[in-house]
């Protein structure tokens, strides 16, 4: 394990080259919701149909996504910037506040699902690994939706771009 200060920031900046389509992973729990901006986040296998997502553990509060059983991975488009920051935590909104900014469907696993969103997949929490500073998530998708077609939103050198 690399603890050193310069391999580290020579790291992240390697990654910062690593363009990454965002999206916001979500949950709801007991009335509770989570949201947050991510880009660690790819499908797995079409057979099932299967994503996984990764979440910082070190937050507490994400550990709603491993006791609601559900996740949903929202595709941003370009049009979506604004709401990808919030989710980032940018602004310091609640939870509350950063889901009044967008519409959401709760009809699949319980997650939310944004309706506008590039495309969602709605998932059910298969398995969560503990990998150092992260949960991966694993789910089961069980329904998708395509919305309407916009440029992708994307982070690459620590800044968004559209593609």
């Keep these: 394990m690399h603890d050193d200060q310069p391999f ?35 499908s797995v296998s079409d057979a099932p149909p ?5 979440v910082n553990r070190l937050n507490a509060k994400n550990m709603v996504f491993l006791e609601s059983g559900n996740f949903a ?6 049009r979506h910037k604004p709401l990808a920051d919030a ?7 609640s939870a509350q506040e950063r889901f009044a900014r967008g519409a959401w469907d ?3 696993s319980g997650a939310p699902v944004l309706e506008d969103a590039l495309a969602s997949f709605d998932c059910r929490l298969v398995e969560a690994k503990e990998v150092s500073t992260h949960w991966i998530l694993i789910g089961e998708v069980v329904r998708t939706q395509c919305g309407e077609d916009d440029e992708a939103l994307m982070y690459y050198r620590r800044a968004y771009r559209t593609l």
Aim: hydrophobic share 45%; net charge positive; charged share 10%.
């Design 50 to 54: 299967t994503v996984l997502a990764c």
């Design 8 to 42: 580290t920031r020579a790291y992240r900046d390697a990654m910062a080259r690593f363009a990454g389509h965002v999206q916001i992973v979500t949950t709801a729990h007991d009335g509770a919701l989570r949201g947050v901006t991510a880009t660690a986040c790819c």
């Design 106 to 108: 709760f009809g699949g």
């Design 73 to 78: 991975v929202n595709t941003l488009g370009a």
């Design 87 to 93: 989710f980032s935590g940018l602004g310091g909104l």
